[in-house]
């Protein structure tokens, strides 16, 4: 009797487990999605926050070049995590491993042409279910407008030193040139679904 009802609980336990991920495939919660995203996305901006000021204060902008070159991916690749892949990217861009891919890219004109016509870039967010390679991939992108600490590294008038070692670093740099509430970028996430 016992050993009946372990194997009617087995059964039922295997049959939920290969029933979820399919009917999760057809019916993603996009809610659930968006908030894991903005989740994954504040404590991403957070470190790169605090890392960015730490180093200003410590070193200054042109050594806190250096800080951002050697972290910025480290701090990337850390943010990855339950099947999130995380990046920044941007049309503009300083170091080419964040060039963005033909959706990002489109996003990316999709959100410069918003805030053209007026819209906020600190709202500026695309959630959508693509298909990649026969599998369902859920993708989300955050804009980053340009504030005013940026300017120091990115803005119309980046100090000599500071060029310096931007150029050091990112030869083929064309992040500069930005001014105040511009886009600068975007952060982008996507999780597999299937
Ligand atoms: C101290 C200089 C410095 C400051 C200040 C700074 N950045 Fe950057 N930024 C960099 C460097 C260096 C990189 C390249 C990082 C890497 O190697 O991935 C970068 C990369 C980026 C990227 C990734 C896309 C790309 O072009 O490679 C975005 C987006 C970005 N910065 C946004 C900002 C924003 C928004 C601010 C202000 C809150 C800011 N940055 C302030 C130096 C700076």
């Known amino acids: 009797m016992k050993q009946a009802l372990r194997h009617a609980a087995l059964a039922i336990v295997l049959a939920g ?73 941007a049309l503009k861009l300083r170091n080419p491993k964040n060039a963005p891919d033909a959706w990002e890219k489109a996003v990316l004109e999709e959100f410069e042409k918003k805030i053209a016509e007026g819209a906020d870039p600190k709202k500026l967010v695309k959630a959508e279910i693509v298909e990649e390679n026969g599998r369902k991939v859920f993708r989300l992108m955050k804009a980053i407008p340009t504030m005013k600490p940026c300017l120091n590294c990115h803005g119309e008038k980046v100090s000599e030193d500071v060029l310096a070692v931007i150029r050091k670093h990112y030869p083929q740099d064309q992040a500069t040139g930005f001014r105040l509430g511009q886009l600068r970028g975007a952060f982008t996430l996507k999780k597999p679904l299937n």
């Open 17 to 89: 487990g290969a029933a979820m991920p399919a009917l999760a495939a057809e019916k993603p919660d996009m809610a659930e999605l968006k908030g894991e995203a903005r989740e994954i996305i504040q404590g991403f901006f957070k470190e790169l926050k605090g890392t960015l000021v730490s180093a200003m204060k410590e070193k200054g902008p042109a050594g806190a070049v250096d800080v951002c070159n050697t972290k910025a991916q480290e701090i990337t690749a850390k943010h990855n995590a339950k099947g999130w892949q995380v990046g920044r990217t």
